[in-house]
Protein backbone atom coordinates (compact mmCIF):
# COMPACT_ATOMS: atom_id res chain seq x y z
CA UNK A 1 0.00 0.00 0.00
CA UNK A 2 1.07 3.24 -0.79
CA UNK A 3 1.69 6.00 1.69
CA UNK A 4 -0.46 8.39 0.39
CA UNK A 5 -3.58 8.13 -1.01
CA UNK A 6 -5.67 10.22 -3.17
CA UNK A 7 -9.59 9.58 -3.67
CA UNK A 8 -10.89 10.87 -7.40
CA UNK A 9 -14.47 10.17 -8.59
CA UNK A 10 -14.56 6.74 -11.01
CA UNK A 11 -16.89 8.03 -13.82
CA UNK A 12 -18.97 11.13 -15.24
CA UNK A 13 -17.69 14.76 -15.78
CA UNK A 14 -16.35 14.74 -12.76
CA UNK A 15 -13.49 12.32 -13.05
CA UNK A 16 -13.17 14.07 -16.93
CA UNK A 17 -12.82 17.00 -14.97
CA UNK A 18 -10.32 16.02 -12.32
CA UNK A 19 -8.13 13.85 -14.51
CA UNK A 20 -8.00 17.21 -16.41
CA UNK A 21 -7.23 19.17 -13.53
CA UNK A 22 -4.83 17.06 -12.17
CA UNK A 23 -2.97 17.04 -15.66
CA UNK A 24 -2.78 20.34 -15.82
CA UNK A 25 -1.73 20.60 -12.97
CA UNK A 26 1.62 18.10 -13.38
CA UNK A 27 -0.12 15.47 -11.85
CA UNK A 28 -1.42 12.72 -14.55
CA UNK A 29 -3.48 10.01 -13.61
CA UNK A 30 -2.80 6.88 -14.86
CA UNK A 31 -4.67 3.01 -14.30
CA UNK A 32 -0.86 0.89 -15.35
CA UNK A 33 -3.69 -2.27 -15.15
CA UNK A 34 -6.21 -0.66 -17.48
CA UNK A 35 -9.31 1.33 -17.93
CA UNK A 36 -11.88 -0.75 -15.67
CA UNK A 37 -9.00 -0.84 -12.36
CA UNK A 38 -10.49 1.13 -9.69
CA UNK A 39 -6.69 1.48 -8.56
CA UNK A 40 -4.39 4.48 -10.26
CA UNK A 41 -0.93 6.00 -9.58
CA UNK A 42 0.47 9.40 -10.52
CA UNK A 43 2.74 9.24 -13.45
CA UNK A 44 6.14 10.03 -12.26
CA UNK A 45 5.33 10.05 -8.61
CA UNK A 46 5.36 6.65 -7.24
CA UNK A 47 4.65 7.37 -3.58
CA UNK A 48 0.87 8.32 -4.58
CA UNK A 49 -1.39 5.78 -5.37
CA UNK A 50 -4.88 6.63 -6.54
CA UNK A 51 -8.16 5.52 -5.63
CA UNK A 52 -11.17 5.23 -8.36
CA UNK A 53 -14.00 5.32 -5.94
CA UNK A 54 -18.08 7.30 -5.97
CA UNK A 55 -18.38 10.72 -4.92
CA UNK A 56 -20.35 9.79 -1.75
CA UNK A 57 -17.54 7.17 -1.19
CA UNK A 58 -15.26 9.33 -1.31
CA UNK A 59 -16.46 11.65 1.42
CA UNK A 60 -16.82 8.62 4.18
CA UNK A 61 -13.48 7.61 2.88
CA UNK A 62 -11.74 11.17 3.81
CA UNK A 63 -13.85 10.95 7.17
CA UNK A 64 -12.15 7.47 7.90
CA UNK A 65 -9.13 8.47 7.30
CA UNK A 66 -8.32 6.21 4.78
CA UNK A 67 -7.37 8.22 2.20
CA UNK A 68 -5.43 11.41 2.61
CA UNK A 69 -6.88 13.76 -0.27
CA UNK A 70 -10.28 13.69 -2.41
CA UNK A 71 -12.12 15.30 -4.96
CA UNK A 72 -16.17 15.69 -4.23
CA UNK A 73 -18.50 18.36 -3.71
CA UNK A 74 -18.91 20.34 -0.94
CA UNK A 75 -22.88 19.32 -0.91
CA UNK A 76 -21.78 15.44 0.06
CA UNK A 77 -18.92 16.49 2.52
CA UNK A 78 -21.82 18.62 4.67
CA UNK A 79 -24.42 15.77 4.15
CA UNK A 80 -22.49 12.84 4.99
CA UNK A 81 -20.00 13.43 7.42
CA UNK A 82 -21.50 14.68 10.81
CA UNK A 83 -19.35 17.43 12.32
CA UNK A 84 -17.66 17.62 8.85
CA UNK A 85 -15.02 20.85 9.99
CA UNK A 86 -13.58 18.24 12.64
CA UNK A 87 -12.69 15.35 10.18
CA UNK A 88 -12.04 16.74 6.97
CA UNK A 89 -10.51 20.54 5.12
CA UNK A 90 -11.32 22.00 2.13
CA UNK A 91 -8.10 22.79 0.80
CA UNK A 92 -9.11 24.64 -2.22
CA UNK A 93 -12.43 25.14 -4.50
CA UNK A 94 -11.86 23.40 -8.08
CA UNK A 95 -14.37 25.53 -10.46
CA UNK A 96 -16.08 22.86 -11.81
CA UNK A 97 -18.88 20.59 -10.08
CA UNK A 98 -21.27 23.44 -9.18
CA UNK A 99 -24.70 22.91 -7.66
CA UNK A 100 -27.00 24.95 -5.58
CA UNK A 101 -28.34 23.22 -2.93
CA UNK A 102 -32.00 24.46 -2.62
CA UNK A 103 -35.68 24.54 -0.70
CA UNK A 104 -38.21 24.77 -4.04
CA UNK A 105 -41.97 25.14 -3.43
CA UNK A 106 -44.38 24.79 -6.21
CA UNK A 107 -45.07 27.95 -8.33
CA UNK A 108 -48.71 27.96 -7.14
CA UNK A 109 -48.19 28.73 -3.76
CA UNK A 110 -47.98 32.25 -4.70
CA UNK A 111 -47.66 33.64 -0.80
CA UNK A 112 -44.78 31.52 -0.05
CA UNK A 113 -41.55 33.69 -0.86
CA UNK A 114 -39.67 33.22 2.43
CA UNK A 115 -38.68 30.60 4.74
CA UNK A 116 -41.16 32.63 7.15
CA UNK A 117 -43.61 32.70 4.76
CA UNK A 118 -42.79 28.48 4.61
CA UNK A 119 -43.04 28.17 8.55
CA UNK A 120 -46.51 29.62 8.07
CA UNK A 121 -47.74 27.72 5.78
CA UNK A 122 -46.31 24.96 7.20
CA UNK A 123 -48.03 25.39 10.73
CA UNK A 124 -51.44 25.87 8.64
CA UNK A 125 -51.11 22.78 7.24
CA UNK A 126 -50.37 20.43 9.83
CA UNK A 127 -53.77 22.16 11.51
CA UNK A 128 -55.91 21.52 8.36
CA UNK A 129 -54.88 18.69 7.10
CA UNK A 130 -54.15 16.74 10.42
CA UNK A 131 -50.70 15.43 9.39
CA UNK A 132 -46.95 17.14 9.04
CA UNK A 133 -45.97 18.71 5.40
CA UNK A 134 -43.67 16.66 3.52
CA UNK A 135 -40.37 17.44 2.17
CA UNK A 136 -38.67 15.08 -0.24
CA UNK A 137 -34.68 15.26 -0.35
CA UNK A 138 -31.56 13.16 -0.92
CA UNK A 139 -30.42 15.70 1.51
CA UNK A 140 -31.45 14.88 4.87
CA UNK A 141 -29.34 16.29 7.16
CA UNK A 142 -28.47 19.60 5.29
CA UNK A 143 -32.01 20.19 5.45
CA UNK A 144 -32.62 19.11 8.96
CA UNK A 145 -30.20 21.88 9.75
CA UNK A 146 -31.35 24.87 7.90
CA UNK A 147 -34.76 23.97 9.11
CA UNK A 148 -33.93 24.33 12.69
CA UNK A 149 -32.11 27.43 12.02
CA UNK A 150 -35.29 29.05 10.78
CA UNK A 151 -37.39 27.40 13.20
CA UNK A 152 -39.54 25.35 10.98
CA UNK A 153 -40.76 22.00 12.80
CA UNK A 154 -43.99 21.20 11.35
CA UNK A 155 -42.59 18.96 8.48
CA UNK A 156 -41.23 15.48 7.51
CA UNK A 157 -38.60 14.39 5.42
CA UNK A 158 -39.69 11.98 3.01
CA UNK A 159 -36.00 10.68 1.40
CA UNK A 160 -35.72 10.45 -2.23
CA UNK A 161 -34.73 7.87 -4.15
CA UNK A 162 -35.54 9.02 -7.63
CA UNK A 163 -36.24 12.33 -9.16
CA UNK A 164 -36.75 14.50 -6.51
CA UNK A 165 -38.45 17.31 -8.79
CA UNK A 166 -40.90 15.35 -9.41
CA UNK A 167 -42.03 14.32 -6.21
CA UNK A 168 -44.86 17.58 -5.48
CA UNK A 169 -46.43 16.26 -9.37
CA UNK A 170 -46.43 12.49 -8.14
CA UNK A 171 -48.46 14.27 -4.88
CA UNK A 172 -45.79 12.22 -2.82
CA UNK A 173 -44.22 15.61 -1.04
CA UNK A 174 -45.44 18.93 -1.17
CA UNK A 175 -41.64 20.43 -1.48
CA UNK A 176 -38.28 19.85 -2.11
CA UNK A 177 -35.18 20.25 -1.42
CA UNK A 178 -32.69 19.35 -4.30
CA UNK A 179 -29.41 20.68 -5.78
CA UNK A 180 -30.02 22.72 -9.00
CA UNK A 181 -27.35 24.32 -11.71
CA UNK A 182 -29.31 26.50 -13.99
CA UNK A 183 -33.16 26.17 -12.23
CA UNK A 184 -34.41 24.79 -15.41
CA UNK A 185 -35.48 21.52 -14.01
CA UNK A 186 -37.28 23.11 -11.71
CA UNK A 187 -38.91 25.49 -13.52
CA UNK A 188 -40.51 22.55 -15.72
CA UNK A 189 -41.56 21.06 -12.95
CA UNK A 190 -43.45 24.06 -12.05
CA UNK A 191 -41.28 24.43 -9.19
CA UNK A 192 -39.76 27.55 -7.57
CA UNK A 193 -37.21 28.49 -5.21
CA UNK A 194 -37.59 30.17 -1.86
CA UNK A 195 -35.90 33.57 -1.90
CA UNK A 196 -34.19 32.69 1.16
CA UNK A 197 -34.28 29.04 0.56
CA UNK A 198 -30.76 28.27 -0.92
CA UNK A 199 -28.86 25.82 1.64
CA UNK A 200 -25.27 25.94 -0.04
CA UNK A 201 -23.68 26.86 -2.81
CA UNK A 202 -21.81 23.78 -3.72
CA UNK A 203 -18.74 22.69 -6.08
CA UNK A 204 -15.96 20.03 -5.74
CA UNK A 205 -13.11 20.76 -3.58
CA UNK A 206 -9.89 19.52 -2.81
CA UNK A 207 -10.79 18.07 0.71
CA UNK A 208 -8.08 16.66 3.24
CA UNK A 209 -9.05 13.77 5.89
CA UNK A 210 -8.19 15.51 9.27
CA UNK A 211 -7.84 11.71 10.58
CA UNK A 212 -5.65 9.83 7.67
CA UNK A 213 -2.04 9.13 8.91
CA UNK A 214 0.04 12.61 8.71
CA UNK A 215 3.57 11.36 9.15
CA UNK A 216 6.65 13.33 7.95
CA UNK A 217 6.32 11.34 4.83
CA UNK A 218 2.69 12.12 3.82
CA UNK A 219 3.30 15.66 4.40
CA UNK A 220 5.63 15.68 2.60
CA UNK A 221 3.87 14.14 -0.34
CA UNK A 222 0.99 16.09 0.37
CA UNK A 223 3.55 19.46 -0.23
CA UNK A 224 4.51 18.01 -3.28
CA UNK A 225 0.67 17.76 -4.66
CA UNK A 226 0.04 21.13 -3.40
CA UNK A 227 3.16 23.10 -4.92
CA UNK A 228 2.28 22.00 -8.26
CA UNK A 229 -1.45 23.25 -7.55
CA UNK A 230 -0.76 26.43 -6.55
CA UNK A 231 2.24 27.09 -9.05
CA UNK A 232 -0.53 25.77 -11.84
CA UNK A 233 -3.36 28.48 -10.18
CA UNK A 234 -1.20 31.19 -10.09
CA UNK A 235 0.04 30.72 -13.67
CA UNK A 236 -3.96 30.99 -14.25
CA UNK A 237 -4.36 34.57 -13.33
CA UNK A 238 -1.37 36.11 -15.13
CA UNK A 239 0.11 36.54 -18.34
CA UNK A 240 3.80 37.37 -18.48
CA UNK A 241 4.75 40.71 -20.19
CA UNK A 242 8.04 41.54 -21.46
CA UNK A 243 8.68 44.53 -22.30
CA UNK A 244 11.96 47.12 -22.98
CA UNK A 245 11.52 50.17 -21.16
CA UNK A 246 14.69 52.82 -20.63
CA UNK A 247 11.89 55.50 -19.19
CA UNK A 248 10.52 52.98 -16.39
CA UNK A 249 10.51 54.30 -12.59
CA UNK A 250 8.94 53.36 -9.79
CA UNK A 251 6.35 56.45 -9.81
CA UNK A 252 5.34 54.53 -13.36
CA UNK A 253 5.70 50.80 -11.88
CA UNK A 254 3.03 51.69 -8.71
CA UNK A 255 0.46 53.24 -11.41
CA UNK A 256 0.49 50.24 -13.15
CA UNK A 257 0.23 48.60 -10.33
CA UNK A 258 -2.95 49.95 -8.93
CA UNK A 259 -4.90 50.32 -12.55
CA UNK A 260 -3.68 47.16 -14.24
CA UNK A 261 -3.03 44.89 -10.93
CA UNK A 262 0.44 44.14 -11.95
CA UNK A 263 3.13 42.32 -10.41
CA UNK A 264 7.00 42.45 -10.54
CA UNK A 265 8.35 38.97 -10.00
CA UNK A 266 11.89 39.92 -10.59
CA UNK A 267 11.88 43.42 -9.70
CA UNK A 268 12.42 46.70 -11.40
CA UNK A 269 13.86 47.05 -14.92
CA UNK A 270 17.37 45.95 -15.63
CA UNK A 271 20.44 48.31 -16.47
CA UNK A 272 19.40 47.56 -19.79
CA UNK A 273 15.69 48.41 -19.28
CA UNK A 274 14.45 44.84 -19.64
CA UNK A 275 10.92 44.89 -17.58
CA UNK A 276 9.15 41.64 -16.76
CA UNK A 277 5.44 42.00 -15.39
CA UNK A 278 2.72 39.66 -14.74
CA UNK A 279 -0.37 40.66 -15.42
CA UNK A 280 -4.52 39.57 -15.10
CA UNK A 281 -5.19 38.41 -18.56
CA UNK A 282 -8.25 40.91 -18.85
CA UNK A 283 -6.07 43.81 -18.27
CA UNK A 284 -3.07 42.65 -20.73
CA UNK A 285 -4.90 45.21 -23.68
CA UNK A 286 -4.50 48.16 -21.37
CA UNK A 287 -1.31 47.44 -20.06
CA UNK A 288 0.47 46.85 -22.97
CA UNK A 289 -0.96 50.78 -24.04
CA UNK A 290 0.16 52.38 -21.09
CA UNK A 291 3.55 51.00 -21.17
CA UNK A 292 3.65 52.04 -25.18
CA UNK A 293 2.43 55.47 -24.22
CA UNK A 294 5.14 56.14 -22.04
CA UNK A 295 7.82 54.74 -23.89
CA UNK A 296 7.74 51.15 -24.27
CA UNK A 297 9.33 50.25 -27.71
CA UNK A 298 7.54 46.69 -28.28
CA UNK A 299 5.47 44.55 -25.74
CA UNK A 300 5.45 41.00 -25.85
CA UNK A 301 2.61 38.72 -24.01
CA UNK A 302 3.32 34.99 -23.09
CA UNK A 303 1.31 32.68 -21.50
CA UNK A 304 2.64 30.79 -18.23
CA UNK A 305 2.16 26.89 -17.31
CA UNK A 306 3.36 27.34 -13.57
CA UNK A 307 4.63 30.21 -11.26
CA UNK A 308 6.31 28.75 -8.28
CA UNK A 309 6.24 30.49 -5.04
CA UNK A 310 7.76 29.83 -1.48
CA UNK A 311 4.47 31.01 -0.32
CA UNK A 312 1.54 28.51 -0.46
CA UNK A 313 -1.37 29.17 1.16
CA UNK A 314 -2.92 25.93 0.37
CA UNK A 315 0.15 24.61 2.37
CA UNK A 316 -0.90 26.92 5.13
CA UNK A 317 -4.69 26.13 5.25
CA UNK A 318 -3.16 22.28 5.42
CA UNK A 319 -0.56 22.48 8.16
CA UNK A 320 -3.37 24.78 10.26
CA UNK A 321 -5.73 22.01 10.52
CA UNK A 322 -3.46 18.75 10.94
Known amino acids: MSAFVIAVPAKGRLQENAETYFARSGLKLAKPRGAREYRG???????????????????????AGSVHFGITGEDLIRESIPDADAKVVLVHPLGFGFATVVVAV????????????????????????????????KYVNLTRGFFARHGIVDYRIVESAGATEGAPAAGTAELIVDITSTGTTLTANALKIVEDGIILRSQANLVASKTARWGEEERGIARLVLDRIAAFDRASAFKEIRTRFPGCNETLLAEAREKFGVETPFGGPTSSGMLTLHCPPDKVHGLATFLRAHGAASVVVAALDYVFACDNPLIDTLEAAL
Request: charge should be negative; proline fraction near 4%.
Open 41 to 63: AVVGVPEIEVAFLSASEIAQQLA
Open 106 to 137: PQAWIDVRSMADLDDVATAFRLEHDRRMRVAT
